[in-house]
């Protein structure tokens, strides 16, 4: 589990990502083939965001927060 400063933490740097789980959206993070790490956001009505090709982790996570910020208008 994670402490509740690492968790304040990561909210701070990922806002829209922490809103975008706390409110019913989750995230799949993995690796696919030879292509790197991929990142996804679905919701109850499927995929809304998919990126690939990311070198680490907070690359990932980046681009997921930024992703989502674009798919919900911010």
């Given at each position: 589990?994670?402490?509740?400063?690492?968790?304040?933490?990561?909210?701070?740097?990922y806002?829209?990502?922490?809103?975008?789980?706390?409110?019913?959206?989750?995230?799949?993070i993995?690796?696919?083939y030879?292509?790197?790490?991929?990142?996804r956001?679905?919701?109850?009505?499927?995929?809304?965001?998919?990126?690939?090709?990311y070198?680490?982790?907070?690359?990932?996570?980046?681009?997921?927060?930024?992703?989502?910020?674009?798919?919900?208008?911010?």
């Open positions: 589990l994670m402490s509740k400063k690492k968790e304040h933490d990561v909210e701070e740097k806002p829209t990502l922490a809103e975008w789980v706390s409110t019913g959206g989750w995230v799949e993995g690796t696919e030879n292509d790197g790490l991929f990142a956001a679905l919701d109850e009505g499927g995929m809304v965001w998919e990126g690939t090709g070198d680490t982790l907070d690359e990932a996570m980046q681009a997921l927060d930024a992703g989502i910020g674009e798919w919900i208008g911010k």
